[in-house]
């Protein structure tokens, strides 16, 4: 992973700056995390709030990346939840990443129990923060952007997926 | 600088509202509105809005000729340094250091409140002039600088109430004010823990980001004090600022963030 600069933080939060670069989930750079955290979970949601801007790009490109659309907050598309076809995340990103540019807080949710994916919306439709999900759901890993434009964050309320990663990453 | 820098010489040329920028306004430069005269001034603007729906000759100048956003663009710039030159001349006034907390209290308190008048005037008048429009964003944009770099002054934020507003969504209730092919949101709450967006201003298109303060940590421990900024915008075919964070005071001198 060159020319990224990786800082970890005293909450468990990893940041991955992309040096010079805004950042492109898309980009191969991201394959061999991304591939590690699917396979410690089983499935993989989209979760976005705060939409820049609205057209009918967006909806197309949500139905076909989508397997299952399970929340957009007031019919309005400021808060998202959809669950994303295996293939799109693994085999090519580029629905997933021009979704994440139409928001200002994209992030990909990835859930190791599938039993638990009604927790997951049943929590953000009650608080939409990552922090409410990751102390109320287990095995959850999640991969975010903030509103620096070059820096994935990543954040796992599993200490082993976390030390994994670390050690991907090669911190 | 100061137009009218000659009629007043007893005063710094570079001061904004007699270095009184809490109680005073002064929105186009050219005159000084003092405590009552200027929250006078302010409903004044109000009524103007709610009487603008029957004003014809304002609905024909709003004819799309002029382009709002680059209006607002402007307002923009007026705004901040403004709010910059009114802020630290304030600090570098003599005897201030007493009351500095009290009047950086009230200040912020006031501005928040502007700031709320200032969207519901801009969300009452559709039919506005375009460049009062941007005229009115400006003031908004203006007053969540001001509102900022008086918090930030005071040396604490109060998480409640700052970022908890309409939930957490903020002043524009997520959706944003748009002005032309722009978006202004302020003081909201960001997914990420704890922390917020004290005002952003982007074109509506992906990449889009402009302007950005926020509250909260950041990648790098270098720059990434509690406040910092983002800011990337072009002006004459040149660039201004990069996609990283930077220094909380960085966009009062984007000239100095010029990119090859």
Known sequence: MSNLNIVYHNNGEVSIKDIGHKLDINESKWDALIDLIFEKHSQVFFYGVRLDYFNDDLIETIQYASDDFLINRNDNFQQILFKVKEANVRLSRGLIGKIWGYYESPSLIFLKDKSNQDSVVSVLKVSRFYDSLLNSVNGICMLYQSFEEDVLWIKSNDINVEIEILKKIGF | ?260
């Open chain 2, 1 to 260: 600088m100061d137009p009218l820098a000659e009629k007043f010489y007893s005063v710094n040329p570079y001061n904004y509202t007699d270095n009184n920028p809490v109680n005073n306004i002064d929105p186009d430069g050219m005159e000084t509105y003092y405590g009552d005269e200027a929250r006078a001034y302010f409903t004044r603007l109000q009524s103007m809005a709610i009487n603008n729906e029957d004003d014809k000759k304002k609905k024909k100048r709003n004819s799309g000729k002029n382009d709002p956003g680059k209006s607002y663009i402007k307002g923009i710039i007026g705004g901040l340094d403004n709010t910059w030159q009114g802020i630290t001349g304030q600090f570098t006034l003599g005897g201030m250091a007493k009351g500095l907390a009290n009047t950086v209290t009230f200040g912020a308190i006031s501005s928040a409140d502007m700031l709320m008048n200032g969207y519901t005037l801009i969300n009452n008048i559709p039919n506005y002039d375009v460049d009062d429009y941007a005229y009115g964003a400006g003031f908004v944009t203006e007053k969540a600088a001001e509102y900022f770099v008086l918090k930030k002054a005071l040396g604490k934020v109060d998480n409640a109430l700052n970022f908890n507003l309409n939930e957490g969504w903020g002043v524009f209730e997520g959706k944003g004010l748009k002005v032309g092919n722009y978006k202004v949101d302020a003081l909201y709450r960001n997914p990420r823990s704890q922390g917020g967006t004290i005002l952003s201003i982007k074109q509506q298109k992906t990449g889009g980001n402009m302007l950005r303060w926020d509250f909260g940590n950041a990648h790098s421990p270098a720059t990434g004090k509690i406040y910092h900024s983002t800011f990337r915008f072009n002006v004459n075919g040149n660039t201004y600022g990069t996609t990283g964070q930077a220094p909380v005071g960085a966009p009062f001198i984007f000239w100095k963030y010029k990119q090859k």
